[in-house]
């Protein structure tokens, strides 16, 4: 998804520029009533478990969310791109301004959490920076633009009670003078994680900050997916820590560039 998540975010940066031509915003405008949007609690298509939209806002479900992924923001497709859109009411998918949390699952196995108290994460920022420009001398031998580490647009926060993980990070990309705003939030599961990614510019810190506290708790694991119902003696452990899932350190050992 890392891949995929920042073509988006370059895709809807680069449409900001075009929204004040009255023409394309009637284009935008008519694009946005082809969509049906849910509200309510949305059974997850994989079985583990549930989505409760919370007031305020909508979804969309995944065939809808894959067209706004692939045909309108210029994503390649693939399997498991997302599993729906959640975005404020009175927002569309193709609005100037504001964000949208794509939905994932992604089935790494259990991640312990006993790493959480231990993280320095103005240390792991440097190191990320650093691996960032390590990864910008590759992406330009194969004629990408380099992508920047900012800093963290929100500090790493982990409730070990919940088994909820959420960060941000400030991206820039090439020359670009709309910097990125990359916010993440991990729900730990006996199987895996549900991801849950705000795509958006900087400018829309404010207000994801926000609304991040109303999406923190619309997951609701089936029984059999809850990270309390991990059994050590036949379920898969993860590679990751709480740690690797934010800085990302297995996709970049597969060669994404990874920020």
Known sequence: MKKVLFSIIASMIALVAF??????????????????????????????????????????????AERVIVDLWGNPGGENITLG??????????????????????????????DADKIDYDELMTEMQKEAVEANKLRKEQGYEPIYMVGWAAKPFYDSNKKILHWAKEIKFGTNDVNTLNYNVRVLGRKG?????????????????????????????????KYQDFDPKIDEVAAWTIGGLVAGKLLAKVGFAVL
């Not at 964000?99 to 991640?111: A, L, P, R, T």
């Open 19 to 64: 929204t004040q031509d009255p023409d394309v915003q009637f284009q935008i405008d008519s694009i946005e009533k082809t969509f049906t949007y849910e509200h309510g609690t949305i059974t997850l298509k994989n079985g583990i478990g549930q989505i409760v939209v919370p007031d305020g806002f909508k979804y969309l479900n995944p065939a809808q």
């Open 85 to 114: 859109l959640i975005l404020p009411e009175d927002q569309g998918v193709l609005n100037e301004r504001g964000y949208v949390f794509n939905i994932q699952y992604d089935e790494i196995g259990y991640v312990k959490d006993n």
């Open 193 to 225: 994680v549900l991801i849950l990614n705000a795509i958006a510019t900087m400018a829309d810190l404010p207000l994801v900050k926000k609304d991040v506290p109303l999406v923190l708790d619309i997951v609701q694991f089936n029984d059999g997916f």
